[in-house]
């Protein structure tokens, strides 16, 4: 379900300081990516699936209007973590949540403060070797992780979820390589641990701390939705510039 829009390429500078189990969505049956059940057939049982704002979308720079916000803060969201993390098979992603003090984000296109609330992945599927849910003029990459945060000033992610400014997603895009990521071992080699829908396991305190260097540079803004159903028109998307390399054999470990 990709769709063309105009963009906000932000050339202000970051600064480094699975929705579906959270949120009251629709059973997982009742859609899917197959061609019976696919993005083409959402908007059959899911109106707001039809709107005029959807994500994904395709990124093209030339069609953007370039404008200078505040620097975005993550603040938190490198940090290593007494408690670890915890990462959960949900049938559909890959989410890992953060132990302790929540992060928080800041500034840039947000008008309020945004409490982190957890991150998730996007895989290619059915053989698939690109899972990217945004492309760059055309461009898939391996991946796409998703950090999502709902705004402060509503009680948790599920009530943000019913208002405009509900939710800030940043969008991490992964390009494959030939050698495997050291920074990325910690995480990946757990996810044998999670084979089994529905199952968890804990990570190291570190695991995370790769973000930083990722967390920093231009990136691509706009007010769209979430990516599957009920596909809420409530989401502004960061989608950040920088990409991060994983290898392939690590992104085999998320075919499960």
Not at 225 to 234: A, F, G, I, Q, Y
Request: charged share 25%.
């Amino acid at each position: 379900m990709l769709a063309r829009t105009f963009l906000i390429v932000v050339l202000a500078k970051l600064t480094s300081a699975c929705i579906e189990e959270l949120l009251d969505r629709p059973d997982a049956s009742e859609y899917g990516y197959t061609v019976f059940n696919g993005p083409a057939t959402w908007g059959e049982k899911f109106k707001m699936c039809n709107g005029y704002r959807q994500s994904p979308v395709e990124l093209d720079k030339e069609e953007c209007h370039k404008m200078r916000f505040p620097k975005i803060n993550f603040l938190g969201h490198a940090d290593e973590r007494d408690g670890g993390f915890r990462i959960h098979n949900t049938f559909q992603s890959v989410s890992v949540e953060f132990s302790g003090e929540q992060p928080v984000l800041q500034g840039g296109p947000l008008g309020s403060n945004f409490t982190f609330s957890q991150m998730h992945f996007h895989w290619g599927r059915y053989g698939a070797t690109k899972g990217s849910e945004h492309q760059i003029k055309d461009l898939e990459h391996a991946m796409e992780a998703h950090l999502v945060h709902f705004n402060s000033k509503y009680a948790d992610l599920r009530q943000a979820a019913e208002h405009w400014d509900g939710l800030a997603i940043i969008s991490l895009l992964f390009t494959e390589t030939k050698e495997d990521s050291e920074e990325l071992s910690p995480l990946v080699r757990r996810l044998k641990r999670i084979r089994r829908g529905d199952s968890y396991a804990l990570v190291e305190s570190g695991a995370m701390t790769w973000l930083e260097k990722y967390l920093d540079g231009r990136y691509l803004t706009y007010w769209g939705s979430l990516t599957t159903p009920p596909c809420n028109e409530v989401v502004t998307w960061i989608v950040l510039e920088n990409t991060v390399e994983i290898g392939w054999r690590q992104v085999s470990h998320f075919l499960f």
